[in-house]
């Protein structure tokens, strides 16, 4: 997560770790959408996503440089074929679904510094969970996010035994209205020092302990690489307790190049051959023209 990211995660709702600012993508000009976009992408035609077999969407960060709308963001999402966008509040939900778009990962409770683990805070974040649910189920949205929290001196053991006490009330709520909550795996190692839920051996023993379809684990691929690596082996054999993704090159949390450690073709494709149903959402910072950078992560998850 970057510094944006970072100041965005007390809002309103003190869930996600960001609100998605506007902008979004491009592929295709020949209209009044694409006028203003740089010539990488002007004068196309077609989409990018040709296989599908990964539904992809995107948050906030890699094209907040392009300076759309949210009217333009929503129409270029779907001239590329992409399904929405990640991480995004209340306020652009109505634009997403006049464009047949999905928020695919929305609001939940917790932040990164104060989340789960801690039972000071179990009250407001059931409150929280009842609140934000509801509104995901109302537009149908899959999914929404929690944080375990920094650790703080709660021991590991201590800090799973929190999360379950509030989560096994939470997924009640999740169950009855069939929206997936997903706690997010971050990395302690450079970006999120003290963050609990930081190796995924934890995270799936969490996700057994709550016993429910509706309590799965947000896999950040970038954050694991970092911490553990051996990412298609895991995803293959936990994909059950995995309910979404985000990817971002290793190092510096950038474009997914040539100039990073992980080949995303591969994990991407790893990924779908477990019929995996959810979303993979771009989460990096782009180093060049955002557009241009959006197109390759698309073409590398796209097989």
């Known amino acids: ?8 995660i007390a809002d309103e709702c003190s869930v996600t770790r960001r609100q998605i600012l506007t902008g979004a993508a491009a592929f295709v000009g020949a209209s009044s959408v694409l006028a203003g976009l740089p010539q990488v992408v002007r004068g196309q035609t077609g989409r990018i996503v040709k296989n599908g077999r990964i539904k992809q969407s995107i948050c906030g960060g890699c094209l907040r440089k392009a300076r759309l709308d949210a009217e333009q963001t ?25 464009h047949g778009l999905v928020a695919t990962m929305v609001p939940g409770a917790g932040s990164i510094r104060k989340g789960l683990n801690d039972k000071s805070m179990h009250a407001k974040f059931l409150d929280d969970f009842k609140r934000n649910i509801k509104a995901a189920a109302e537009y149908k949205w899959p999914n929404v996010i929690c944080m375990a929290g920094d650790r703080q001196g709660i021991g590991d053991q201590e800090g ?73 082996a895991t995803i293959r054999k936990n994909i059950q307790h995995i309910g979404h993704f985000h990817t971002a090159g290793v190092p510096g949390r950038h474009e997914l190049d040539e100039n990073q450690e992980i080949y995303y073709p591969a994990v991407a494709r790893a990924i779908a051959e477990t019929d995996y149903q959810g979303y993979v959402a771009h989460e990096y910072s782009p180093t060049r023209d955002p557009l241009e950078s959006l197109v390759q992560a698309v073409k590398a998850c796209d097989v």
Not at 1 to 8: E, F, H, P, R, Y
Not at 74 to 98: I, N, Q, Y
């Open 1 to 8: 997560m970057n510094q944006a990211g970072k100041n965005l």
């Open 160 to 232: 799973m035994d929190n999360c379950h006490t509030i989560l096994k009330e939470a997924v009640k709520i999740a169950e009855d209205q069939g929206v997936t909550i997903c706690m997010e795996l971050l990395n302690s190692k450079v970006n999120h020092p003290g963050y609990m839920c930081d190796k995924s051996a934890w995270g799936f023993e969490l996700c057994r302990r709550v016993n429910s379809p509706r309590f799965k684990l947000l896999y950040d691929i970038y954050h694991m690489q970092i911490m553990e690596g051996d990412l298609i």
């Open 74 to 98: 929503a129409s270029l999402l779907v001239e590329m074929g992409l399904a929405g966008r990640d991480l995004v509040g209340p306020k652009d939900w109505p634009t997403l679904k006049k």
